[in-house]
């Protein structure tokens, strides 16, 4: 019997070994012995058993072990008894019918094996390469018994491969026989035909629909293991010839599976791609092969890959590759072919992979397309490309015109024009390299005449087939011949320009003034019929008449005048208002008839619409719905959705690479855009755009902005790569949307406050990266010349166009030169380059100018600019985030932004390079251009605005003030008169700061502290004797003070800050004035004594400001009394002594009080209090005077922590610094809550000067005393039971319903604003109205007089209906002869639990 007549009859037998081994209910005889049981079931086995179904019982015995019903013990190898069985059944089975065959019982199982995959294939009806979930569990079933059978040997990998080869096999099977070691992938590729097989299986693989995650696993799986053993097979170098036979199957598998995709690349859509081309595009990840397959394999696996892409199917001739060029750019590719590039180059430097390409142009015959294609990759994902290719452009040149090569040279222009097709972004344009290569002397054409002519005659070849374009190139910037070969050049133009005629591009576009010469001037290089418009305007301001190229143009070469000429000329725009030399020339045409009246009538109606829009700003048109521009906008979201996704710098390039074509499907050039860098002109008012490119520039400024947003969200600036850099170099490729960019920016500028925060960024961004790319970006000419005749990068001449001339100009070209200085910070340090590189020039300028005149506090660091510290690195990059983070904020203001940037020692440094500086008269020629009546300074202010660098304006200044005083000084001295009245500086102040305290109106207040720390400056910069005058009276000379205590008294004390203190150096200043006065008295001593007693009664402020800084001022004031006077006044030694006093007061002692003034006293106790430190607590414990012998020091005492309190509230200080302040506030009115003088300290009573009390007022601020009524309630709400103490008080029930209708007041106006406290304002309220209910409960009803009680009652009916009804009572109360009134009654009022509304 055969191998096959058994296999068909045991597919007829039935039963299965389980059914063999079952209990029986029938009789049977009893056997003896343990041999004939064995030799009756092997009996039995042999006439029942199907060597197929043994063998799948076998395979799943195992499995059905663990889990059936029996749970038979498992043995130490974890196999059952049934598995061990069934493997020993079916080894002896299949030997025993091995020997009835007569065949090797592993050529047997394999047969059985192979039958078996067969019939299971055969069931399911599968025809693809993997296998269904069912099937692929049954053959991991067979495949575990098969290798059990091989472990005893009875098992043949080999037969079962020649068996199964013939049975059309399943890949996925060929897989799962390599992964159990059964049969290895390399033993399956040496059968003849299985490259086509393979093929086809791998196809099949790639094209199956997955549905669910674990089939795409699998399908994984057999992918990554068959083609790594491909590669390593097929390109691992072996001497041996049987090995090469399996190498060559390899690599043609591989081939053709290349040749298939790049096959299914042709007729797919770019948005579409072919989801079985894109399967087996993974398997050139580097990350599938591991370690399985060596780096040397992999990389001569992805070289011959390349090789194969460069020369598949090379259909195309050299001569239709220059012609279908343009159609090649990366944007066109289809995204699998250029992903297909990036991951078969990763494995090489661009070094490489150009010279292998060189090497493939030079020996084999190429497809252009995928060539071309390929340089565009890696144009746009390696930013290091550019430089290699210049190198291999400039290795092909000179190789050609060594040799005389033609095939190099095609190749080489092939190349240049593919990378210019990309963009500046990614490689000069077409015109640059060709200027470059071949424009000058030093030429590669330039070394010989037979050079020259294999330039020429190359170039003459392939004019028939240039686009125009090209043609276009090599007309306007020639290639430098020497005056005796002008006939070459000439032949060549007159060649192109009739191609171009046959191609219906007018040649009449060349222009009017062409001058075809190897020697191009700059001006040459502008679009014609811009020049040609330029040129003849100039000519007819010089000479007042029509030039005569222009009218010969009018008449023979009527359609260039008609088509180009005019429109340019006629571009609308908003007219001046005096008649410029454009104007005149135009209406001279007119005049002459040369314009047609329907095109001088449509110009003059759209310059009046483009003056009726011209002021449209940014916010409006990028907000506008429904753009046209779908793919431009698409493609912009995309690019910030990868921004936003941190995506690598390859797929962003790529992207704009998109948004480049984009943009061009748009907005296209034409063909004198693509061949000329145009010469951008800006006028001085405000440019118009164009219409038709309008909607496109918004739309990409407004993505721009947005794309900046998304990427400062993300990271940082220096952390965000070459994005922002690349995306203005793509725009700078686009000519016509380029120009129309700038002349919108240049408006925008203009119209900066209107912009918002995110408009801002956007534009400050994109100023740093124009200055960046500057050596690629046309020049900008501003207009008109007389003006500004030099040329200028782009950023500089936008930077033209902050003004300054308002305040609200000001802040926003603050705002901005804040942000751009804050960006370009953070992108020098990413690139290691110098801050200079990325700001412009007159940006800083322009922040060195509002700096000083916005910000004050920034005015005596500009001139220590330079100040040669330096951050180490992980510093500077803290503190430039730093300075980034607050420039983002938007709950930050530019003050913080300005601060946070100027500790950076390289902004400062940025005045070390020249044209960074700001000259005297640059600073003065803004300071003209500002206009008063809306500037942000006032008049005073403007004297010290300038930045201290230029302080020799500010120093003329104050040496003119100087002379002005000492010379009215003189002539007063040498008059000899008997009094004058006034002093020259204190009169201008007063004038000047004549306005009277309004808490209605910040502004005005905010106006006087601004005008008064500027007098300030001038005054500490004037000597100090020039400020007290001395005067007659009687016999001797007393000091004339009257000027200086009511400036004091009536300016100064306004903007103290801290309250109750004048500045030290101030404080300082004047009291040296005295004792300097004092001088030129006939007793210095004497006269500085009575100088001394007027301030300490007339300008208490004075004197408690000296004792406040008595520390820092003692050593300057004694040794000035003993250099003028030879001793010291007697204030200056009562203030040692109580200071003294103080000091030893503090510490807990009882010391003998100086005579001196309890206010004297009081300021100093505090400070000693203050200096020597210590817990509150502490502070308590200390302060031991006693109430009845010290009351008003401590009554002052109060009055000094009181303001303490306030100054803490409105600078907004630490909580622990407001509870210290409040806490002794509160100590201190426990100690004097019977008596009645603290009252006074927020109450006036009205008795003038004989209130002791009353010269705290002043002393501190009108904003303290105003807020006198918030400290009381503060202060009485913390007291706790002091309140029952305090009502029994005189005046305190009138001065606390008073101050609680002050209290109203201030709430209800506003005035608690700058407050910054725990208390919500409303809860205060609360409290102070309880505190009011309480003490009118409490008060006896002779506490207040009749009319007090009424004109109490009557302020608070208004403002607090509860309380006035509480007084009303008490007002019926007092006087009971009055009608009663329908309010309820006190107990009602009292016992009432509301709070305040």
Not at 1047 to 1063: D, G, T, W
Request: proline share 4%.
């Amino acid at each position: 019997m055969s191998l096959e007549e058994l296999s068909a009859s045991q597919y007829t037998q039935t039963k299965t070994f389980a059914s063999l081994i079952a209990h029986r209910d029938v009789k049977r005889r009893r056997l003896q012995s343990k041999q004939e049981l064995h030799e009756a079931a092997l009996q039995l086995l042999i006439q029942n058993q199907n060597l197929l179904e043994l063998f799948r019982e076998t395979a799943s015995g195992s499995k059905t072990g663990e889990n059936g019903c029996d749970q038979r013990t498992k043995d130490v190898h974890g196999q059952t008894a049934v598995g061990k069985i069934g493997i020993s059944l079916l080894e002896r089975e299949l030997r025993r019918e091995a020997e009835q065959l007569r065949v090797p019982v592993e050529v047997l199982s394999a047969q059985v094996l192979v039958d078996m995959l067969i019939d299971l294939r055969q069931q399911e009806g599968g025809l693809s390469a993997m296998l269904c979930s069912n099937e692929r569990a049954q053959v991991s079933v067979l495949l575990k018994a098969a290798r059990q059978l091989l472990t005893v040997g009875a098992f043949s990998p080999k037969h079962l491969w020649q068996n199964y080869w013939k049975a059309q096999p399943v890949l996925e099977v060929v897989y799962y026989l390599h992964a159990e070691k059964l049969l290895l992938l390399k033993d399956t590729l040496s059968e003849s035909g299985v490259s086509v097989w393979l093929v086809a299986q791998l196809q099949s693989l790639c094209a199956s629909r997955v549905t669910e995650e674990a089939e795409g696993e699998v399908r994984q799986q057999v992918l990554s293991t068959v083609v790594c053993e491909l590669v390593r097979v097929g390109f691992h170098k072996v001497p041996d010839s049987a090995d090469s036979a399996v190498s060559e199957n390899c690599s043609s598998v591989l081939d053709h599976m290349l040749s298939w995709m790049l096959d299914s690349l042709v007729d797919t859509d770019n948005s579409q791609p072919e989801p079985a081309a894109g399967v087996w595009l993974c398997v050139y990840e580097t990350s599938l092969f591991g370690a399985l397959v060596s780096e040397d394999t992999l990389r001569g696996f992805f070289r011959h890959t390349l090789t194969h892409i460069l020369t598949h199917q090379p259909r195309l001739r050299v001569s239709d590759a220059v012609a279908m060029q343009s159609q090649w750019s990366f944007a066109k590719a289809a995204p699998l072919l250029t992903s297909l590039f990036r991951k078969v180059c990763v494995l090489f430097s661009m070094e490489e992979v150009l010279v292998h390409l060189q090497q493939v142009l030079e020996t084999l015959e190429v497809n252009w397309q995928n060539v071309l294609s390929c340089l565009s990759t890696l144009l746009v994902y390696h930013t290091h490309t550019q430089a290699c290719l210049k190198e291999m452009l400039s290795r092909l040149l000179s190789s050609a015109f060594h040799t005389y090569d033609v095939e190099k040279m095609i190749t080489a222009f092939l190349l240049a024009r593919q990378g210019a097709l990309e963009g500046l972004a990614v490689f000069p344009s077409y015109s640059d390299w060709f200027k470059m290569a071949f424009g000058g002397t030093s030429g590669y054409h330039g070394n010989s005449k037979k050079s020259l002519l294999f330039l020429m005659k190359f170039l003459s070849d392939l004019v028939p087939f240039d686009p125009p374009q090209y043609l276009k190139v090599h007309i306007m910037h020639p290639p430098y011949i020497t005056g005796k070969h002008r006939a070459l050049l000439q032949e060549y133009v007159s060649l192109a320009k009739t191609r171009l005629s046959d191609l219906k591009v007018s040649v009449d576009e060349m222009g009017l003034y062409e001058v075809v010469s190897g020697a191009v001037s700059e001006a040459q290089s502008q679009c014609p019929a811009q020049w040609d418009v330029e040129k003849a305007v100039t000519l007819f301001q010089s000479t007042g008449r029509i030039p005569a190229t222009v009218m010969e143009a009018s008449i023979f070469r009527r359609p260039y005048f008609l088509t180009r000429f005019l429109p340019v000329l006629l571009m609308p725009r908003v007219l001046p208002q005096e008649p410029d030399a454009k104007m005149a020339f135009i209406d001279a045409l007119r005049k002459a008839e040369k314009i047609p009246a329907s095109v001088f009538s449509s110009y003059s109606e759209a310059c009046l619409r483009e003056r009726q829009e011209g002021g449209t700003v940014l916010g409006d048109s990028l907000e506008k719905e429904g753009t046209p521009h779908v793919d431009v906008q698409t493609q912009l979201q995309q690019l910030r959705r990868l921004l936003t996704a941190g995506a690598n710098e390859g797929d962003i390039r790529a992207q704009l690479s998109r948004l480049s074509q984009a943009l061009g499907n748009v907005c296209p050039d034409s063909p004198e855009d693509q061949t000329n860098h145009t010469v951008i002109r800006l006028t001085l008012d405000l440019p118009t755009i164009s219409h038709t490119v309008a909607s496109v520039v918004d739309l990409v400024l407004r993505g721009f902005c947005q794309c900046v947003l998304d990427a400062c969200r993300v990271s940082p600036p220096h952390r965000q790569g070459q994005w922002a850099s690349m995306f203005l170099r793509m725009l700078v490729g686009q000519q016509k949307l380029y120009t129309a960019l700038i002349l919108r920016t240049f408006q925008l500028l203009h119209q900066g406050p209107s912009l918002a925060a995110a408009h801002v960024l956007g534009l400050a961004v994109f100023l740093v990266e124009m200055h960046a790319c500057r050596e690629v970006c046309p020049l900008v000419e501003l207009l008109p010349c007389s003006l500004r005749s030099a040329r200028m990068s782009p950023a500089e001449a936008l930077s033209t166009a902050l003004l300054s001339s308002t305040a609200s100009h000001m802040q926003f070209s603050l705002r901005l030169s804040v942000a751009a200085l804050c960006y370009a910070r953070c992108r020098s340090i990413s690139q290691r380059e110098e801050l200079n590189h990325w700001v412009p020039g007159r940006l800083h300028k322009q922040l060195l100018f509002l700096m000083p005149r916005l910000l004050p506090e920034t005015r005596a660091s500009v001139v220590t600019m330079v100040d040669g510290s330096v951050f180490s690195e992980g510093a500077d990059e803290e503190e430039c985030l730093s300075a980034w983070m607050s420039v983002t904020d938007s709950s930050g203001d530019v003050r913080s932004s300005v601060r946070a940037m100027w500790k950076h020692t390289a902004i400062r440094n940025l005045w070390s390079h020249p044209e960074h500086q700001l000259s005297f008269s640059e600073w003065l020629t803004a300071e003209l251009k500002v206009q008063r009546s809306e500037d942000a300074l006032s008049e005073s202010e403007r004297l010290l605005s300038a930045p201290e660098h230029t302080h020799s304006c500010r120093v003329d200044v104050l040496s003119r003030l100087q002379e002005l005083v000492w010379e009215l000084e003189f002539v007063r001295i040498h008059r000899k008169t008997e009094r004058e009245e006034g002093h020259f500086l204190w009169d201008l102040m007063a004038q000047r700061c004549s306005v009277t305290s309004d808490p209605e109106n910040i502004s005005i207040e905010l106006e006087l502290q601004r005008t008064l720390h500027t007098f300030n400056s001038v005054i500490l910069a004037l000597p100090a004797v020039v400020l007290v005058r001395v005067c007659a009276a009687g016999g001797r000379n007393p000091l004339d003070l009257k000027a200086l205590m009511e400036h004091i008294n009536n300016h100064q004390r306004r903007v103290c800050c801290p309250a109750a203190a004048l500045s030290c150096s101030l404080t300082g200043h004047f009291l040296s004035a005295v004792f300097s006065a004092s001088v030129k008295c006939d007793s210095p001593v004497e006269a500085a004594n009575i100088a001394l007693s007027q301030l300490s009664l007339k300008c208490p402020l004075l004197l408690v400001s000296v004792a406040h800084w008595w520390r820092r001022l003692s050593p300057m004031l004694c040794s000035l009394c003993e250099r003028v006077m030879g001793e010291q006044p007697a204030l200056i030694q009562l203030l040692r002594e109580c200071h003294e006093w103080a000091s030893r007061a503090a510490q807990g002692l009882s010391p003998a009080v100086p005579p001196a003034p309890p206010l004297l006293l009081a300021v100093c106790l505090h400070c000693a209090l203050e200096q020597q430190g210590g817990s509150t607590e502490h502070i308590k414990a200390n302060l031991t005077l006693s109430p009845e012998r010290h009351k008003q020091v401590l009554v002052f005492l109060m009055f000094f922590y009181t303001t303490d309190l306030l100054s803490a509230h409105l600078r907004s200080q630490e909580e622990k610094i407001v509870s210290h302040a409040k806490d002794l506030s509160v100590h201190l009115l426990t100690l004097l809550v019977d008596s009645s003088d603290w009252l006074s300290l927020f109450h006036q009573s009205g008795s003038g000067q004989e209130n002791v009390f009353q010269c705290v007022t002043m002393v501190t601020t009108d904003v303290n005393i105003r807020l006198m009524p918030f400290a009381f309630f503060s202060i009485l709400a913390a007291a706790g039971g002091v309140l029952d103490r305090a009502v029994r008080v005189p005046r305190f029930l009138h001065t606390a319903v008073t101050l609680y209708v002050a209290l109203l007041r201030l709430f209800l106006h506003g005035h608690t604003a700058p407050i910054s406290s725990e208390t919500l304002p409303l809860q205060l309220l609360a409290r102070a109205q309880r505190i009011v209910l309480n003490s009118i409960q409490q008060s006896p009803i002779s506490s207040l007089s009749h009319s007090q009680w009424s004109k109490v009652q009557a302020d608070c009916e208004e403002l607090d209906p509860e309380v006035g009804s509480a007084l009303s009572m008490m007002l019926h109360a007092s006087n009971p002869d009055l009608p009663p009134d329908l309010n309820p009654s006190l107990d009602a009022i009292f016992s009432s639990s509301r709070s305040f509304p």
